[in-house]
């Protein structure tokens, strides 16, 4: 055997349980990545597009911050994450002007007594209870938990943030409600969030070190082509050998074969059958993938430098439909929340509309929607446009796991090892493991860890 354990992507799931794997339980652990740079949809570029820009590879604030998964698995292998401040408000967008969350709050006496109970129950509610929803629409809670009125909608708003889901008949209930749950236990908010010290690489970076620090590797340029099944096992992976001459889709052979005792698969599950022969699995739990691997969310935003800050806030700014692409839309100005990103007397905004995963793929209709939102940045930040150093354009369909609707979410999400296959398991925001997009996928991280670890494969 090469190696005790294979992990197939260099995300914060692939990362975190290799880490995890090397530093608690002592393994051998070889992390295969097919880029050449690690942390998956965490990627971070430094100096780029120029000296003393440090960008993400699109919008990201961590739910929770220094209260979350995220940091919980990097303090777990003794890595310190430091963070900025905590997101201070939302600002919503109302009546042709940004107002904050607190201001839409602003509710009479009568219905602030309603909010208190209502986020007391929220917060004693257990995991059973929580769970029981997971099949339900947020709509449907709502509808047994409060009347319509101001309260319905600061609920529907924050609901909306945590899902990127604009109807709450549309919202798996489970998921909002343990997220709510969560901030309101850890932090006494309905949503709390924070962006670390560096960038999003800041999340990774130990999690690399500890793997290595403790006799593992991480290949970069690594695709994985398939993993060997053999009599009922996961035998290890074949990787892609070194590239000649031919592009890689002319190119035969030239494989490698690398074995190991157990495998975790910590790439998407719309990735998955690029690498897993389904035939090979019950059919029950492959008809299930397929059905639900294209249920995702794409993304169109720009990453924006300022030559001048337009606001001094550390806030998150939300809007439910767009003036011009009419979608639901986020930024947050992430040099207010950590100045080492940007230039000094410089300022970097992160923007996005959320949209369907077609929309996102399909060159065309991605074009359209970009040249939308840059319409509506004009009407939402009418000072952007002459303090406007740059501007990136990204795009990204599966941007944080399966699209958190009714049956999609909680105890619906695919399991953590594959079916009749004991050292096969898999990792990621797409499995099971709650929480916010990235805290979901360091959840499952530490999930399958824990698994591995107690079958002592
Ligand atoms: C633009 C954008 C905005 C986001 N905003 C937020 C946010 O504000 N808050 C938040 O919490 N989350 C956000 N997310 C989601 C968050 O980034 C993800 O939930 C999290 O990073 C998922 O981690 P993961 O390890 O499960 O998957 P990934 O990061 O996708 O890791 C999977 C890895 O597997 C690799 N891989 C795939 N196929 C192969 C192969 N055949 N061989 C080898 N390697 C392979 C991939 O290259 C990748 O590195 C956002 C994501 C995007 C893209």
Redesign the pocket.
């Known amino acids: 055997m090469d190696w005790d354990v294979i992990v197939?992507?260099?995300?914060?799931?692939?990362?975190?349980v290799g880490a995890l794997l090397a530093k608690e339980g002592g393994k051998k652990v070889l992390v295969?990545?097919?880029?050449r740079q690690?942390?998956?949809?965490?990627?971070h570029f430094r100096d780029y597009p120029g000296p003393g820009w440090n960008v993400?590879?699109?919008?990201?604030?961590?739910?929770l911050g220094p209260f979350g998964e995220?940091h919980m698995i990097n303090e777990r292998v003794g890595k310190r994450v430091e963070w900025g401040p905590m997101s201070e408000t939302v600002q919503l967008y109302r009546d042709n002007r940004w107002i904050s969350i607190a201001e839409l709050a602003n509710i009479s006496d009568e219905y602030k007594a309603d909010f208190r109970n209502l986020t007391t129950r929220i917060a004693s509610m257990s995991n059973e209870e929580v769970a029981s929803w997971d099949g339900r629409s947020f709509e449907e809670w709502m509808d047994a938990n409060t009347a319509p009125g101001p309260i319905r909608e600061l609920l529907a708003t924050f609901a909306m943030i945590m899902t990127t889901i604009p109807l709450p008949v549309d919202m798996g209930a489970g998921e909002v409600l343990h997220i709510a749950r969560e901030n309101l236990l850890r932090r006494r908010q309905f949503l709390a969030?924070g962006y670390p010290i560096g960038g999003?690489g800041a999340l990774t970076r130990g999690l690399i070190e500890t793997i290595e620090e403790n006799g593992g590797e991480i290949r970069l340029g690594?695709?994985?082509?398939e993993v060997l099944l053999e009599g009922g096992r996961a035998r290890g992976v074949k990787?892609a050998g070194e590239q000649g001459p031919y592009p890689r889709d002319y190119r035969l052979g030239e494989t490698e074969i690398i074995e190991a005792g157990v495998v975790v698969c910590?790439?998407?599950i719309y990735?998955l059958p690029?690498?897993l022969d389904f035939s090979r699995l019950p059919s029950w739990w492959g008809n299930r993938i397929l059905d639900i691997k294209d249920e995702i969310t794409g993304?169109v935003?720009y990453m924006i430098g300022l030559d001048r800050p337009i606001t001094d806030k550390v806030c998150f700014y939300s809007l439910l439909e767009t003036p011009r692409a009419k979608r639901p839309f986020?930024a947050f100005p992430a040099s207010n929340y950590d100045p080492t990103i940007a230039p000094a007397g410089k300022q970097l905004f992160h923007t996005?509309i959320v949209c369907e995963y077609e929309e996102a793929s399909q060159p065309f209709k991605r074009r359209r929607l970009l040249e939308l939102l840059a319409e509506d940045l004009k009407i939402l930040f009418p000072e952007m446009e002459s303090a406007t150093a740059w501007r990136l354009p990204?795009?990204?369909a599966?941007?944080?796991?399966l699209a958190r609707k009714p049956g999609l979410v909680g105890r619906f999400k695919p399991e953590l090892r594959a079916p009749g296959i004991d050292n096969l398991y898999f990792?990621?925001?797409?499995?099971q493991g709650r929480?916010?997009?990235?805290?979901?996928?360091a959840r499952?991280?530490m999930d399958c860890a824990e698994r591995i670890m107690q079958a002592g494969s």
Do not use: K, W
Not at 56 to 63: A, N, P
Not at 398 to 401: K, L, Q, T, V
């Open positions: 197939v992507g260099a995300g914060i799931a692939g990362l975190g295969l990545e097919r880029y690690p942390g998956g949809r965490l990627m993400d590879v699109g919008l990201h604030l961590i739910e995220a969030a999003m690594h695709p994985v082509e990787v910590a790439l998407p990735q690029g690498i993304l935003g986020q996005d990204y795009y990204v599966g941007c944080d796991g990792a990621g925001d797409t499995y929480g916010l997009a990235t805290n979901s996928a499952s991280a």
